[in-house]
């Protein structure tokens, strides 16, 4: 009877702690994150990690050693360094749930910690980059790289010899895309601005017809790299979770606002960048382009990839680019000056030098290689 009363007893008491743990994972943003049903020290260190965020809201750090439970003092110590124009921002990359962000993202978009921590990274987002984030966070299939070597080499029949070791790819792969992301609006210090309340600059106003409300989007480059989060160790609640934990992982970035090129930049300068290069298909169309033709054109990338070069050309220099275009074709390397449409409806004069490139294999023309330079 004694041993029978201890064990209910202990039972009563560990129905009750779960209880409590399961209670307070509900209500750390973090926690919510996860896809899978977490351990009770994970969910202890995560509250604790939690409450240490909300006190340093209220009051300015004072520990030396406050970091994210799941960065290294060193890594911590370099994004800080090169998050200086920026900020610090992770998610988790199996929801798109925003992990961390730090302060600065006031600075920039005008937004609070407490506006983004454990919301979805896809509701901040304009939709037509929604694509764009799911592929930068897709770590179990390898970078978009490595993907996109073994979807050519099916073409040409070739089996591509590229490890997939799940654990080990995710962690360290490296990160850069650009997006459009929602900010808020400034709040100026002074009565006397009162008058004048209206935002920044920005790269695209959306407006609500339902609700008649604009939503002001920033450009915004992100840098940075896939993280695998290490679990807390075995314990009796986890021992069918082995694999859910390795697969557990966030994108460590620095995001940074995009400055875009309008009528009256000045190409000269030299920390202005005027050159880009791009690969078409033989009609044209664009099938790759850098990433410096968003401050150059205010183009993203997946905005162009798809459409035809003629389609932002200026109408009085089709008949020289179409020219240009059919030596290229046969193999001269070709050089054409023509005027190119910006996203902001001016136009640009670039020069443009054309190679061609053929499938060493089946000896077909494979893609165009273009050098695109601003002309000054």
Not at 31 to 51: I, P, W, Y
Not at 195 to 220: G, H, W, Y
Request: one cysteine or more.
């Amino acid at each position: 009877n004694h041993r029978q009363n201890h064990s209910e007893i202990e039972k009563r008491r560990r129905d009750k702690m779960n209880t409590y743990i399961n209670e307070l994972s509900t209500m750390i943003p973090m926690c919510n994150a996860m896809s899978r049903k977490l351990d009770k020290l994970t969910v202890l260190r995560m509250a604790v990690q939690h409450m240490r965020a909300l006190r340093g809201r209220a009051v300015p750090f004072t520990e030396t050693n406050y970091k994210p439970a799941f960065l290294s003092d060193e890594d911590l110590k370099n994004l800080v360094l090169e998050a200086a124009d920026g900020f610090l921002f992770v998610v988790g990359c199996d929801r798109g749930r925003i992990l961390y962000v730090s302060d600065s993202i006031q600075n920039s978009l005008y937004l609070s910690q407490l506006d983004l921590v454990g919301n979805s990274f896809y509701d901040q987002v304009h939709p037509r980059d929604v694509a764009t984030i799911k592929d930068q966070l897709s770590s179990l299939e390898g970078t978009p790289k490595e993907r996109q070597a073994q979807e050519a080499a099916k073409n040409i029949n070739i089996s591509p010899k590229i490890e997939t070791n799940k654990g080990q790819m995710c962690s360290g792969a490296r990160r850069s895309f650009f997006c459009r992301m929602k900010c808020g609006v400034k709040i100026k210090k002074s009565k006397a601005d009162d008058s004048d309340s209206t935002p920044e600059p920005c790269i695209m106003n959306r407006k609500s017809k339902a609700k008649q409300v604009t939503t002001t989007f920033f450009l915004v480059h992100f840098t940075g790299y896939l993280k695998s989060w290490p679990p807390t160790g075995g314990s009796e609640d986890e021992e069918d979770e082995d694999n859910d934990a390795r697969n557990l992982s966030c994108l460590v970035a620095v995001g940074r606002l995009v400055e875009v090129s309008d009528e009256m930049t000045d190409f000269s300068r030299p920390d202005v960048a005027k050159q880009f290069t791009s690969r078409h298909s033989s009609d044209g169309k664009f099938i790759y382009v850098d990433q410096r033709i968003v401050s150059i054109c205010g183009y993203l990338p997946q905005e162009v990839i798809g459409t035809s070069g003629y389609d932002y050309f200026h109408p009085e220099d089709l008949e020289i680019v179409a020219q240009s275009h059919k030596s290229a074709l046969q193999g001269e390397t070709a050089v054409s000056s023509y005027r190119f449409l910006c996203k902001s409806g001016h136009y640009i004069p670039l020069r443009t030098r054309s190679t061609l490139f053929r499938n060493p294999w089946t000896k077909e023309i494979e893609f165009l290689v273009c050098t695109n330079d601003v002309l000054t």
